[in-house]
Every structure is written in C-alpha cells, then in structure tokens.
C-alpha cells in the first residue's frame, strides 16, 4: 500500500505544479463592431468587421498561451457610455477599443496605460507603423494604443445606375462632380435616366452628417473648431451645409434615413451613391455577387472633391488598455500578447476595406491584391482627421444634434449653426 499511496501522492504534486494544468488568466475585452453570426468562423474564411475580428479574437483566446479572453458587449451607438460608466465603477475592461478622437480625453486624465516601454518586450514594432498611426495612438509624446486601422468615408457606387445616367467613362469607372454645380447636375441626370435617388447616406441617426460636413469645409481649407475655438458658424460650414441642403430640396437624397435604412436603400438599387466608410467594402461586395440583392455591378471611389482641395473624413481604431490593468501583472502580460496578436493580423483585418497601419502590409502584393483596392487608392492622400480635443466626443454630439434639425425640422442654418458654435465653445472651454 505505501508505493501505491507514494505514487498517488507524486502524482497529485505533480498535477498541482504542472503549468500547463494551471488556471488561464483572464482578461475582458470591450469592443464595437457589431455581433457575428457565424460562430466558429475563422480568419481566412470570416467576412466583415465583426466576424474577422471575432475570429482574430477567438484564435488568440483558442490557443494554448495560458489566456482566455472574455469580449463584452457593447453597442456601438451607445459604446463610449458603456466604457465611461465602467471605468467610473473601476472596472473597465482590461482590454478595449477606441477611435483616436477620443486618446485626448482618457490619456489626459491618466485613465490609460502608457505603452512606449512596453510594446517591444510584447513583439510589436512600432517602427513598422505608418506615421499617421504612430501619431493616431500618441499623446504628449507617449504611445496609448496599438492601431489597427486608419478608416475614412468613401463614396460607394452602383456603376449600373450611374451608366444609365451617361456616368461611366471608356474604362468603367463612374465620373464623379469635380464642383457643388456638378453635383447637382448629376443627380439631376440620375434621377431623370433611372428615377433613383443619387446619393444615400446616415443623415438621421449617427454622424455621418457631421462627418460630410466636416469633409467639405476641410476642402475649402476650413475648421469647424481647434483646441481652443469654436469656427462653426463660418461661410464655409455654411457652404457645406448649403451644399447638402441642395441635395434634399432636389429630391436627389433623403434625410430621413438612418444607418441601417441608407445601407438598405443602396444595396436595393434606390441610390447611385452611398457615402459610408472603408468598413463595408468587403461586405457589399459580397452582397453584389449575391443574385438575390439588386446591387450587381459594384465599385468603391475616393470621396470626389466639390471645392478646392481634396479631403474627407477618417479616424484610426485602435486597442488601448486602461490603467487599473496594468496593476496585475499577469493581466498586463496577457494584454499585450491579445495587442500582439492584433497586430500581426493587420492584413486579415484589412480585408474588411480599411487602410492598413503597417508599412510592411501596405507594401505587401497580398495588400494590393485585395479586392477593389485600387479603386480608392488615393483615399489615403486625402484622410483627414479631427483636431484633437478632450471634449471630442460631446462636440460630436452637438454637431450632430444642430445639424439634424436643419434637414429634419427645418430650423434656419444660420440660427443652428449660432447654436452649434456657442456650446460647442462651451466644452472647449
């Protein structure tokens, strides 16, 4: 009995110290994107934002490096609340996503890890990330995040509709306004040749609006605020707002469209144009060559330039870590392995339309190779990006409130832009 009781009792010493039989740390993750709805999907077969990144996810939280990963959920529309009201409670995720409009406001108050010392020792090079990344996750001269895209709103065309309308050149690519007159005149076009409206767009619910605004007072060589003043009520947000306005009293765009509906309207063939972001690029192909959606003959275009100089809206995503992770060590090392990972499948994600942050991505044939690519190369050229404000978040939500009463309640441009400016210097203020 006592070798069999020496074996047992070896054998239960040897269970407890075995790593591999150890507890997995675990980490939460807090992200948008939206759920997907094909479980078990992997990274080369998943198509969209929220199944690629799910996959990327659950193949790190999969393997055997002693981590599991808990993801959240989270609404997008109302994510940011999510995130605020945890890290208030003291629980923020260990893990999460962020835009870089919003670095200034959690890194201001010391309420993210700082990374610059910590991303080598993880296996991620930050020399390979393009500049407008390195800038996209850095405040104060410190490193916030890891990127993970630069996006930015593109013009999303059915070719079909706008080749009825004489809209299409000798190579088949669409002919876009190079003016506000132009515009006008070729949704006229559209709408007399085919009866569909030219452009769609999320004017109803989130702030694409606000974005489109943004872009064409950029191209006039304006601002709607810096760090320090309000610019709303300026001749060129009027010019842009005006220029939009056009489009609704034309008939050629509805304002009553929310997201969801807008993305609808183009993929049923009720609209030439859809502005929306690099972010579905891969998903409405895939609905094109789909037989049973309208949308045959898909293509993706730089968002057109109507006044002086190119410009459209973009941001970066990025993953962050907030400060009470950094505490745990275990925790810590568990996170940047999760950010590691991310980084390294910065082409799968890419694959969803976004612009890569790698330089060795972009520079990659796998890259050029993507589907429609080419077609919005020059995208890039033209991003641009919010001044970055600690108050960015809430300035969005003005802009967006002010301007939805424009189109939707007919409130006078030049009585809401008033309105905008002022609370809009009373958060920078």
Wanted: charge should be negative.
């Amino acid at each position: 009995m006592r070798p069999i009781r020496l074996v047992l009792a070896l054998l239960a010493l040897a269970l407890v110290a075995s790593p591999a039989l150890a507890q997995p740390t675990t980490i939460t993750l807090g992200r948008f994107f939206g759920a997907c709805d094909v479980p078990g999907v992997t990274i080369a077969d998943a198509v969209g934002e929220a199944c690629i990144i799910q996959a990327i996810i659950d193949d790190f939280d999969q393997a055997d490096n002693g981590v599991r990963v808990e993801t959240l959920p989270a609404d997008w529309g109302n994510y940011y609340d999510q995130i605020k009201a945890m890290y208030a409670a003291g629980n923020p995720p260990t893990v999460h996503v962020m835009h870089s409009s919003s670095i200034p406001e959690f890194a201001s108050i010391g309420a993210l890890t700082d990374l610059t010392d910590l991303l080598e020792g993880a296996g991620i090079d930050a020399g390979d990330w393009t500049d407008r990344a390195l800038e996209a996750v850095s405040f104060g001269g410190r490193i916030y995040g890891v990127p993970m895209d630069a996006h930015a709103n593109l013009w999303h065309v059915n070719l079909d509709l706008l080749a009825a309308a004489g809209l299409v050149d000798d190579a088949g690519a669409p002919i876009l306004p190079g003016s506000t007159e132009e515009l006008l005149e070729h949704a006229a076009m559209v709408r007399e040749a085919t009866g569909a409206r030219y452009l769609a767009a999320d004017f109803a619910e989130f702030p694409i609006g606000v974005r489109l605004v943004m872009s064409l007072v950029w191209q006039q060589g304006g601002e709607l605020f810096d760090a320090e003043n309000a610019n709303v009520t300026s001749a060129e947000a009027e010019r842009a707002v005006e220029t939009i306005m056009s489009l609704f009293e034309g008939g050629y765009a509805d304002p009553q469209l929310n997201y969801s509906d807008s993305q609808q309207s183009f993929l049923e063939g009720e609209a030439a144009i859809l502005v929306n972001g690099t972010w579905v690029v891969d998903f409405y192909a895939a609905q094109a060559s789909d037989p049973n959606v309208p949308l045959e003959n898909y293509y993706v275009a730089d968002f057109p330039t109507l006044f002086d100089v190119g410009a459209t809206w973009a941001s970066n995503h990025m993953w962050v870590i907030p400060s009470p992770a950094a505490r745990d060590a275990d925790a810590l090392e568990a996170a940047l392995g999760l950010l590691a990972h991310i980084n390294d499948n910065n082409l799968a994600w890419s694959r969803t339309g976004h612009l890569a942050v790698r330089t060795s991505v972009l520079e990659s044939d796998a890259y050029a190779n993507l589907p429609h690519r080419d077609e919005y190369a020059g995208t890039a050229d033209i991003a641009r990006d919010v001044q970055p404000v600690v108050r960015y978040d809430a300035i969005q939500d003005v802009l967006n409130r002010e301007l939805q009463a424009i189109w939707l309640t007919g409130k006078p441009i030049d009585r809401a832009l008033a309105d905008a400016n002022a609370a809009v210097q009373d958060l920078l203020d």
